[in-house]
T-cell receptor, first 114, second 112 residues
C-alpha cells in the first residue's frame, strides 16, 4: 500500500530535549516536505526537499533541521524544542519535484512541548 | 513571497445547499491551485486542482474557478452532504519556486 508513515504519532516532551520525528514514503517520490498545522494559521511549510541531499527552507524553518540521506526518508529534528513548537506536524511527498503535483500526507504527529 | 488569504473561516449550510469558499493570492507568477480536504482527525487529501491555463474545472459535485486577472480562485460544492463537513484548504504555487503556500482553512459544517 502506497503511504507516508510518520513516527511518533503523539509525543509529549520537555523544553530542550532533542527529538526526531521520522517520515518515510514508499512511493519513490522525489519531493518531500514538512508542514506544521496550528489553529487559525493553516498549514505552514517548514522545510522541503526536491531530492536526496537537497533541502531548502520553507516559511517557518526556525528551530528545525532536516536531512535527506535516502530518497524514502525525511526526518524532522528539533534540537532544542520550545513550547511554541507545540503543534500538529505533517510530512508529505509528491511525485513532481516542483511540489506542484498531488501531495500525499502522513497521518500527522502531535507534539506537545512542556 | 506568495501569500494566500482564504474566506470564510467557518461556513455552515443545510444539506442540499451550495457552498462557496474563496481564496486570493498575491504572486501573479503562481500557476497551480489545489484544494485539500481534511476530515476531523485525518490527514489533508487533494480533492481538486487547477492550473493557470484553465478557467474552470469540475469533478462531480465540486468545481473550482480561477480568475487570474483578479488573482482569486474559488471552490464550489453543490448539493452538499453531511460527509462534506471538513476543513478545506486552498493553496497556490509558483512552479519556479517549488513551494506550495496554503490558506488558513475553512471549516465547513453541513447540517442534515
Amino acid at each position: 500500500e502506497a503511504q507516508v508513515t510518520q513516527n511518533p504519532r503523539y509525543l509529549i516532551t520537555v523544553t530542550g530535549k532533542k527529538l526526531t520525528v521520522t517520515c518515510s514514503q514508499n512511493m519513490n517520490h522525489e519531493y518531500m516536505s514538512w508542514y506544521r498545522q496550528d489553529p487559525g494559521l493553516g498549514l505552514r511549510q517548514i522545510y522541503y526537499s526536491m531530492n536526496v541531499e537537497v533541502t531548502d527552507k520553507g516559511d517557518v524553518p526556525e528551530g528545525y533541521k532536516v536531512s535527506r540521506k535516502e530518497k524514502r526518508n525525511f526526518p524532522l529534528i528539533l534540537e532544542s524544542p520550545s513550547p511554541n513548537q507545540t503543534s500538529l506536524y505533517f510530512c508529505a511527498s509528491s511525485f513532481k519535484t516542483s511540489g506542484t503535483g498531488e501531495l500525499f500526507f502522513g497521518e500527522g504527529s502531535r507534539l506537545t512541548v512542556l | 513571497g506568495e501569500n494566500v488569504e482564504q474566506h470564510p473561516s467557518t461556513l455552515s449550510v443545510q444539506e442540499g445547499d451550495s457552498a462557496v469558499i474563496k481564496c486570493t493570492y498575491s504572486d501573479s507568477a503562481s500557476n497551480y491551485f489545489p484544494w485539500y480536504k481534511q476530515e476531523l482527525g485525518k490527514r489533508p487529501q487533494l480533492i481538486i486542482d487547477i492550473r493557470s491555463n484553465v478557467g474552470e474545472k469540475k469533478d462531480q459535485r465540486i468545481a473550482v474557478t480561477l480568475n487570474k486577472t483578479a488573482k482569486h480562485f474559488s471552490l464550489h460544492i453543490t448539493e452538499t452532504q453531511p460527509e462534506d463537513s471538513a476543513v478545506y484548504f486552498c493553496a497556490a504555487a509558483d512552479t519556479g519556486f517549488q513551494k506550495l503556500v496554503f490558506g488558513t482553512g475553512t471549516r465547513l459544517l453541513v447540517s442534515p
